[in-house]
């Protein structure tokens, strides 16, 4: 799919892709009110410098839904000025614009306005920060749409099902078919999907010939039951997934193996909280298309503002202090004033020969003071890095691992034992975890469960396209993925777990929509069954594999970062959504253990 | 200065002058919501079909500081639709326009820039609903400016000074200097024109060619002591004046004799409070200038909806009824129920043949019910009238003469006597009392008031200009003038005339602001003093042809309105702002007498 060469000829499609440029977040800060604005004006620049065909938006452009006068002015002047000249456009569009573009009352493509002279499009789909809303269903974006300045797409209008129609491009000899889909509540999205109600049109003729390019805005990392949407739940025939929403740059395409299509996540370009996820470099991609191959450059950006996050744990240096040292406070504040100042000379000596790069970088310094440290006064602390840091008030965060395990233990309610036979826990393998699930699962009418987890449209067709085995190997697959998975990042059974990824308990909070879901993979696996194929959900496999979710619950929406940090993680006691009611077996069970060794 | 003919030439500019589109006004009323779009669509498919140059708004285009989404939308979409297209521009611009269009990067009239085609340029000041707020001034019209569908001018960027630097157009041999000045409080503006800050610029060469059009938002009725802009502060070499803010359509030109400029008022295109002013029928106006002269040719709007006002004195019938009537309240409710009929059909005959006017009208009936009668219950009577009439909830509003009296008598605690020295007033013309007053007020130190409200700038040129004979006709004029005024409205002394537009006592409320103004008045006199020119102000004569406050009070800024009703006055305990401070003399005096007369 991928090719190597990266030539700009007359078939070629040279797309910028950018996503959640949340202009407008921070506008009133003193220090930060001018990032979001500096690297829309960058990403914008660069798409200009490097003579793209057309710059593709995941959604979230604005931070609010109702944008300040400044944020609309600024965006609406930073569009025309890069984005309206006289370079011609050297594609086509061939689908009925009338059908994509049906929020203003110009249902056409902007550089087709002929009392416009657009030079470079923008397509864009709304996100969950600037959403339509009101009796009229119209979105920040719309105010640009109608104005001729962006391209706004991807907004389905009926509540009853979704039929995403795609915007049919090409140039040259390359066939683009850019899908989008505007934000939608992603439980509401993710019973859409089960009950077959999202459909994806495609063209009649030449299907293979192609590139099928797909725009969401939805939580990709689980933040509940059903609040996301599993890869699997989209189209097999896409060729790559541009994903919005999640804010941790991980821009490099992915391949699913089920599908059997790439993602590419871009992530923001602001951190909008200071969690792991935001931490990591923030990049645009130069996407170009050729024939049915792609390549994809990342781009940094180089007027982010820096982010840095570390996490101590107090604990772990008895050679310094214990709580029971004399001034064991104070020479904790010296210690984290030693390792902010660390931070913020590692952050120096990064920004030389950046001039673009703002001068104060965001500190976030986490430290878990459990076994019985005392907090010191963040306040003070704050003082003496005012001059230095973006963020001088939150640098500090305290956290205590004991008392985080206790408010999960009071979630959880649900009889592990049976599940679980062995005391002797510590030692035990992820997959031998997995497997005696399955096991256990088998005999019992949690079977349910795991549909419910998994049966997704896409998984169906998957089996109806009698690829029955292929199940299996993925299965394997999955388990192999999840095990590296897991390894890489330094997680062995010692370590908490975060068990609400791998298995529930759905008998609790059922609520209407979830009877309505469970019923839909009822009639699924009945399906399947008539059919003889007892293969197992492949999905519940998966999602070993999705990363977990580290959001501190800094941000007012459901969390849309997708934290993997520098080697740490936490948990935020917000941002789960509904995943509040699921019950944690495996990481109790795993923190007590590791409890019992430490104490 | 006027051509009869009215043809449209290479060297006629044909402008569409309009204001107070008040665009958003009411848009969740159930009934009213579409009302300010419809005629602001109107306004521009006017502009279309008569093939304009360019359309000229004086402010508040948008009723809110921050319109809807779908305001702006909706705003956006019109202005795209009517004011885009391929009609050439048949003028040039002349003046630096990078001083001329300040609010925006792209300083340039938007026919002008090469990657928009205009056919219609739109150039507006902003009014006091839509004006610039926060650290970046920008006021909703910034963002059409910036989305380059508007011209935003007359933009002031400083509290310092004002310097009014035209937009010099040119078609064929026409001449046109557009002027402008977005509304600033009045309060402020007045003490800048007083104290020379104002200052409009004027081309060096062939001044005597352009034509001089000035666009102004301000109060152009008295609201208080400096809470208007009298005429007479404008500069004499203006040819013409669209004076915005004022609802009241009074579109033909009125010929100010001082400044020999015309002033033309087009009024609101939409009616924001239920006041005698916006009964007025509602036009836009189609100006011709060619040459140094001009034509104004007033265009009724045919989507306004209907207003019609009327006003009863309940003593006025007691062939019908008196307080001591049986069923007197029944009785009188039905005698209002037979008047709001008789307006409702007035309504439905004249808007026989006319599609366009919603079917609902406005409606009001102010009912003097003093001398003993009571209220009726108003929320049944509108029930009557749900389905006829737009505004049932707020037909009938309930007054009385003497409350009113005596509310105003509350503000007065100056002491008049001093100054009528007859107590049989009955009788006495309006030029005795002015005479009168002129005679009492030079042998005291009150003298100072006199000269507070008329030296303005305008006039001190006027004296400069060595034409003093001139201010002992204009003193005869505006007598004269005033009292075919005062009498062409039925108004003698048996009636309560406002004698806050007379005269009135400053030596209260002397606050920093008014001691400024005082100061740099007592300057102006002395000036005056020592050229020798003893002549008395003409200003505050001009004051008494100034039609009176009749606005309700229904509106949240200070009062736009200018009403002269359908031969009805009423006085709104709002909308007097500093004013309130104000003492009433005569009118308390001459309402006493009226008191006795009718009692």
């Known amino acids: 799919l991928f090719f190597a060469e990266a030539l700009d000829d007359e078939d070629t499609f040279k797309i910028l892709i950018a996503t959640d440029v949340h202009l407008g977040y921070l506008e009133k800060d003193a220090i930060r009110c001018n990032d979001s604005y500096n690297t829309l004006n960058e990403i914008l620049?660069?798409?200009?410098?490097?003579?793209?065909?057309?710059?593709?938006?995941?959604?979230?452009?604005?931070?609010?839904?109702?944008?300040?006068?400044?944020?609309?002015?600024?965006?609406?002047?930073?569009?025309?000025?890069?984005?309206?000249?006289?370079?011609?456009?050297?594609?086509?569009?061939?689908?009925d614009q009338t059908v994509n573009f049906n929020t203003t009352q110009f249902p056409w493509v902007n550089y087709q306005d002929e009392n416009l002279n657009i030079s470079i499009p923008v397509f864009s789909i709304h996100g969950n920060h600037d959403d339509p809303t009101g009796a009229e269903g119209l979105c920040a974006l719309d105010l640009l749409s109608a104005s001729g300045l962006v391209n706004h797409f991807g907004h389905s209008h009926s509540v009853e099902r979704i039929e995403i129609s795609p915007i049919l491009l090409q140039k040259g000899s390359t066939k683009l078919a850019l899908y989008g889909?505007?934000?939608?509540?992603?439980?509401?999205?993710?019973?859409?999907?089960?009950?077959?109600?999202?459909?994806?049109?495609?063209?009649?003729?030449?299907?293979?010939?192609?590139?099928?390019?797909?725009?969401?805005?939805?939580?990709?990392?689980?933040?509940?039951?059903?609040?996301?949407?599993?890869e699997q739940f989209l189209d097999d025939f896409l060729d790559l997934v541009v994903w919005g929403h999640e804010h941790e740059c991980l821009i490099a395409p992915t391949r699913n193996e089920q599908q059997l299509f790439y993602v590419t996540q871009p992530g923001s370009s602001v951190a909008t909280s200071l969690s792991p996820g935001e931490a990591t470099k923030k990049h645009i991609g130069l996407l170009r298309v050729k024939g049915r191959k792609m390549n994809l450059h990342k781009i940094p950006l180089k007027t982010v503002r820096q982010f840095f996050i570390q996490d101590v744990v107090l604990g772990d240096y008895q050679d310094l202090f214990t709580p029971d040292t004399p001034h064991a406070t104070k020479k904790v504040e010296e210690f984290c004033y030693a390792k902010v100042t660390e931070m913020l000379e590692e952050a120096e000596r990064e920004r030389l020969g950046c001039p673009l790069t703002p001068e104060k970088p965001l500190i976030r310094l986490r430290v878990d003071y459990s076994g019985g440290f005392e907090t010191f006064n963040t306040s003070r602390f704050s003082q003496r890095f005012v001059d230095r840091v973006a963020n001088p008030k939150d640098i500090i965060h305290f956290l205590r691992r004991r008392e985080q395990k206790e408010d999960i233990k009071d979630e959880v309610n649900v009889d592990y034992g049976k599940?679980?036979?062995?005391?002797?826990?510590?030692?035990?393998?992820?997959?031998?975890?997995?497997?005696?699930?399955?096991?256990?699962?088998?005999?019992?009418?949690?079977?349910?469960?795991?549909?419910?987890?998994?049966?997704?449209?896409?998984?169906?067709?998957?089996?109806?396209?009698?690829?029955?085995?292929?199940i299996e190997e993925l299965i394997t697959y999955q388990l192999e993925k999840t095990q590296r998975h897991l390894q890489a990042r330094g997680v062995t059974t010692e370590q908490d777990i975060d068990a609400e990824v791998l298995f529930r308990d759905s008998k609790k909070n059922t609520t209407e929509e979830e009877n309505e879901i469970r019923e839909a993979m009822n009639r699924a696996r009945a399906h399947r069954l008539e059919r003889g194929d007892n293969a197992l959900d492949a999905d519940?496999?998966?999602?070993?594999?999705?990363?977990?979710?580290?959001?501190?619950?800094?941000?007012?929406?459901?969390?849309?970062?997708?934290?993997?940090?520098?080697?740490?993680?936490?948990?935020?006691?917000?941002?789960?959504?509904?995943g509040e009611d699921c019950k944690l077996m495996f990481s109790k069970f795993i923190e007590e253990c590791r409890c019992d060794t430490r104490q």
Request: hydrophobic share 30%.
């Open 181 to 230: 889909l505007g934000s939608i509540p992603d439980e509401r999205l993710y019973r859409m999907f089960v009950n077959n109600q999202v459909t994806m049109l495609r063209p009649k003729e030449d299907q293979d010939k192609w590139f099928n390019l797909f725009t969401i805005h939805q939580n990709r990392s689980k933040h509940g039951p059903t609040n996301y949407i599993p």
């Open 45 to 95: 620049k660069c798409a200009k410098t490097n003579q793209v065909d057309f710059i593709l938006l995941g959604g979230d452009l604005f931070h609010e839904n109702k944008p300040s006068r400044r944020c609309l002015h600024s965006c609406i002047t930073m569009l025309r000025q890069y984005c309206m000249g006289d370079s011609p456009i050297r594609f086509n569009i061939l689908s």
């Open 540 to 578: 519940i496999l998966d999602e070993l594999a999705e990363p977990m979710d580290s959001d501190e619950g800094s941000v007012p929406f459901p969390a849309p970062t997708r934290g993997r940090g520098r080697g740490s993680r936490g948990r935020g006691g917000r941002g789960r959504g509904r």
């Open 419 to 470: 599940l679980i036979k062995t005391a002797a826990v510590e030692g035990l393998r992820v997959e031998d975890l997995v497997k005696q699930y399955f096991e256990a699962a088998e005999q019992k009418v949690q079977l349910s469960l795991l549909t419910e987890q998994g049966m997704g449209k896409a998984i169906q067709e998957f089996v109806d396209k009698d690829e029955k085995d292929a």
